[in-house]
């Protein structure tokens, strides 16, 4: 089954790319939400979900010693560059402490590095995730959220998904991108949103991503704005909608409102819902 999935992506943390996720929600049906923002999950706030799933996730393997059998030799000491054989926390899961360990005391274990959830929402079903601070595999974890949201697409026969991407361009930016048709990039105008947007948009074209382009609270530097879109235009883009500031989309996530079911009318003006049947093209 094939399913219109879109992915909303920023090249920082801070841009307003959940709040453009969660009011977008409305403007879709037959939908399964996604949050891959596993190291700050905070679309969950705006959505109130009722958790009906819980899963435990477990990373990569990490090595710890089994004290009845350790003769206390160092030899694992000596080879950790992570000073992790006294603080198992630090384990980056390389194993060397296990090869030289002559009397077989150094044992591999399933390391839990956060849990999944399946929630329900008014808008349809949620998948989120919480990454446990300081744990890695980001990446792997965004890719079981993206693999749950298809199951229950497919299983409830829902034709969107959209999904709550991470920030930036690391590793599990690439596991929100993979495979998704369609993109909508958050840009603020900074002249660190501009360097922003070129990283992100060399990103998308390599995974052959149609882009969609927002820029959220323009008005705060129209010279700025200008350039972005100046840069867009010049590669054959343009601004699909531009967020004026606006005290009340604040104001409603201080209530823990959707904005867009908030003030409808302003996001009606500045072309949400143009931009939504888009989306669903």
């Not at 989309?249 to 009606?268: A, L, T, V």
Request: with cysteine; proline share 4%; net charge neutral.
């Amino acid at each position: 089954m094939k399913f219109n999935e879109i992915v909303v992506i920023s090249g920082k943390g801070g841009t307003g790319k959940t709040t453009v996720t969660a009011s977008l929600i409305p403007y879709f049906n037959n939908l399964v939400i996604g949050d891959c923002d596993v190291d700050a999950p905070n679309l969950k706030i705006l959505l109130s979900p009722k958790d009906l799933e819980k899963k435990e996730f477990f990373g990569m393997k990490k090595f710890v010693r089994d004290m009845s059998l350790c003769k206390e030799c160092g030899k694992c000491f000596k080879v950790c560059k992570f000073s992790a054989i006294d603080n198992p926390t630090k384990c980056e899961g390389c194993g060397v402490c296990q090869i030289v360990c002559p009397f077989g005391a150094i044992k591999e274990i399933d390391n839990k590095a956060g849990n999944l959830f399946i929630s329900d929402t008014s808008y349809g079903e949620m998948v989120h995730a919480s990454l446990i601070p300081g744990e890695e595999n980001s990446g792997k974890l965004v890719a079981e959220v993206r693999k749950t949201t298809k199951s229950i697409a497919e299983r409830e026969n829902k034709q969107n998904i959209i999904l709550d991407g991470a920030p930036g361009i690391a590793c599990n930016v690439i596991s929100s991108l993979t495979g998704v048709k369609k993109a909508v990039v958050v840009v603020e105008p900074t002249l660190s949103g501009l360097h922003d947007l070129e990283r992100v948009l060399d990103l998308i074209k390599r995974f052959r991503i149609e882009p969609f382009f927002i820029i959220n609270k323009y008005d705060l530097s129209l010279e700025i704005s200008e350039e972005l879109e100046k840069f867009l235009n010049e590669k054959n883009y343009k601004i699909s909608v531009k967020i004026p500031f606006n005290k009340e989309i604040f104001d409603s996530i201080n209530q823990k409102q959707i904005p867009s079911k908030y003030i409808p009318k302003f996001f009606e003006e500045i072309g949400f819902d143009k931009l939504a049947e888009e989306l669903q093209k």
